[in-house]
């Protein structure tokens, strides 16, 4: 059961109600788990084979497709299908995490007076997944894209009942 807020995701509505924010929940998460991974994935030694392989397996794809290092920058997963043959896999919720990368760059060159960095603007997304502290966000969204702009974003990235 998902208590009314959950991070910056909300039920609006009830048990069954709507739940506002879904997709940039998912994607801020995402997006922190694709930085986690860059920086501390290394240092966990059950998995080492596995980073091996996915980093010289990108390594060849970024030399033989040059014009493609943004998916190579991507991938999450590089596993072998007996069938198939080699598997590879983005980090999650792709779509939603270029959505939240264009509205933090937007935030950031409207309010360059407020913020040294677009990595600290995107702090606030992630405060308000982690912790569920959603002011700072709303009043940034609202200061930059004007009044009920924030209810806006929440109610275009609704999930339905149920």
Same mark, same amino acid.
């Not at 998916?71 to 590879?88: C, K």
């Not at 983005?90 to 270029?98: D, I, K, S, V, W």
């Not at 959603?134 to 109610?155: M, N, Q, V, W």
């Given at each position: 059961?998902?208590?009314?807020?959950?991070?910056?995701?909300?039920?609006?509505?009830?048990?069954?109600?709507?739940?506002?924010?879904?997709?940039?929940?998912?994607?801020?998460?995402?997006?922190?788990?694709?930085?986690?991974?860059?920086?501390?994935?290394?240092?966990?030694?059950?998995?080492?084979? #596995?980073?091996?392989?996915?980093?010289?397996? /990108?390594?060849?794809?970024? *030399?033989?497709?040059? &014009?493609?290092? =943004?998916?190579? !920058?991507?991938?999450?997963?590089?596993?072998?299908?007996?069938?198939?043959?080699?598997?590879?896999?983005?980090?999650?919720?792709?779509? #939603?995490?270029?959505?939240?990368?264009?509205? /933090?760059?937007?935030?950031? *060159?409207?309010?360059? &007076?407020?913020? =040294?960095?677009? !990595?600290?603007?995107?702090?606030?997304?992630?405060?308000?997944?982690?912790?569920?502290?959603?002011?700072?966000?709303?009043?940034?969204? #609202?200061?930059?894209?004007?009044?009920?702009?924030?209810?806006?974003?929440?109610?275009?990235?609704?999930?339905?009942?149920?």
């Amino acid at each position: 059961m998902l208590s009314r807020r959950d991070g910056i995701r909300t039920r609006v509505g009830g048990e069954d109600g709507e739940l506002y924010f879904e997709d940039i929940n998912e994607a801020v998460i995402s997006e922190m788990e694709k930085m986690c991974e860059k920086d501390f994935f290394d240092l966990i030694p059950g998995i080492q084979d #596995e980073l091996k392989n996915r980093k010289e397996f /990108v390594a060849e794809f970024s *030399q033989r497709h040059p &014009d493609q290092q =943004e998916f190579a !920058d991507d991938i999450a997963y590089v596993t072998n299908h007996p069938v198939s043959g080699v598997v590879v896999e983005r980090f999650a919720h792709y779509e #939603e995490r270029q959505k939240i990368d264009g509205l /933090v760059k937007d935030i950031y *060159q409207k309010n360059q &007076d407020l913020f =040294e960095s677009e !990595d600290e603007v995107f702090g606030l997304f992630a405060n308000a997944v982690m912790g569920g502290r959603l002011l700072d966000l709303a009043r940034i969204i #609202e200061k930059t894209y004007g009044k009920g702009s924030f209810r806006k974003l929440g109610e275009k990235t609704k999930r339905p009942k149920g």
